[in-house]
């Protein structure tokens, strides 16, 4: 599989589609990304929260591939903030993943209750970039406002901002936000499996994979939901990175450069657009909300 490439505002060229690991328990965790990174996928993304970094290390280390063409993420987890806890918290990551260095490391939420430690944290992530431990850094769930108080207090424009982003949900003041700063949007949950997505109407699809818009298109194409969707984001110049433990998904949903959508099927799946999220909200997001990083 040749994978798309984006370049990140530090010149860093980081593939396009990832695997994702949330909520991989991490026996399925090894298998997954072993089975990725055998059809061709070039980007794992892990977090210390998701505790499964030693797998997805594991899984990279026996691949037979060079470091240097896998590019790995992690995440440092909001009970870490602060400037000396996450270089702890990285180092504690780094050895679990049994790695020398990461290619991208985030700030998993702000928190605007205690934004400065969020701030303190990134000015930690970018003293790890300075010396040589990450070669890119940024931050997941950050909004316009989040962004600019971050970027008045520090000196480093996040190369990545990491947000839920699918068709029932596609962000377009936060995407405008980070394209102005030159800012990668990845997005997590890029196929709207948000445990239980919150849909605006009874009745309407759960899941953007069940809807008759992406079916309709799907079937045109001769292919699945998935891969209309991943197609969407690619299209949109995102960098999705779905989860599953599936080999036969793992393997179907990068299977999206055989074919193109056209103006009009992007804008129909466009306008599937709720305007509500499934996920946490970045606003009230606060550590005593979530339990400690896993060890």
Known sequence: MSQPVLTLNNGVRMPAIGLGVFQSPPAQTLTAVRTALEAGYRLIDTASLYGNEREVGQAVRESGLDRAEVFVTSKLWIADYGYDQALAAFGASLDRLGLDYLDLYLVHWPVPADFEATIASYRAAEKLLSDGFVRAIGVCNHTREHLRRLCQATHVVPAVNQIELHPFF??????????????????????????????????????????????????????????????????????????????????????????????????????????????????????????????
């Open 170 to 295: 596609t962000q377009g003041g936060n995407r405008a936000a980070n394209d102005a700063l030159g800012i990668v949007t990845q997005s997590w949950s890029p196929l709207g499996g948000v445990k239980v997505y919150r849909a605006k109407d009874p009745g309407t699809a759960v899941s953007p994979l069940d809807h008759p818009v992406i079916r309709q298109i799907a079937r045109a194409h001769g292919t699945g939901p998935a891969q209309v969707i991943v197609r969407w984001h690619l299209q949109h110049g995102l960098s999705p990175i779905p989860k599953s433990v599936r080999p036969e998904r793992i393997r179907s949903n990068a299977d999206v450069l055989g074919f193109e959508l056209s103006e009009e099927q992007m804008a129909r799946i466009d306008a599937l657009d709720t305007g509500v999220r499934g996920g946490p909200d970045p606003e009230v997001v606060e550590p005593r909300l979530y339990g400690p990083t896993p060890r």
